[in-house]
């Protein structure tokens, strides 16, 4: 079964830039049909989806986080690394990697989040 793990630095400086990867075992990231997003979780809000790249390796944002978002994959090490710029205090959340099946055919496979907090 595919098993998703988020990693991160855990604690950001308000202007700084967080890189969060995720890596993924029992499947590969260009298996047909699947896109790894990234959603997240603030403190009192719901989930916010951040964007995603494909199997084929196209990338979709959210309109909202473009500007200050990278999506990008490593496919030696079978990874989806995220980048967010000039972060704040609003950009802390719990921060999940998450996988569908383009078709449908299965449910999503979540990762457990890794915590990312924003402070001075």
């Known amino acids: 079964q595919v098993q998703l793990q988020e990693s991160g630095p855990g604690l950001m400086k308000p202007s700084e830039t967080v890189s969060l990867t995720c890596t993924v075992s029992?499947?590969?990231?260009?298996?047909?049909?699947?896109?790894w997003m990234w959603i997240r979780h603030a403190p009192g809000k719901g989930l916010e989806w951040m964007g995603a790249i494909g199997y084929s390796g196209v990338i979709y944002y959210s309109p909202s986080l473009k500007s200050r978002t990278s999506i990008y994959r490593d496919t030696s090490k079978n990874q989806i690394i995220l980048q967010l710029s000039s972060v704040t205090p609003e950009d802390t959340a719990v921060y999940y990697c998450?996988?569908?099946?383009?078709?449908?055919?299965?449910?999503?496979?979540w990762g457990k989040g890794t915590l990312v907090t924003v402070s001075s």
């Open positions: 029992g499947g590969a990231i260009t298996t047909d049909y699947d896109y």
């Open positions: 998450v996988s569908r099946d383009g078709t449908g055919s299965r449910a999503d496979y």
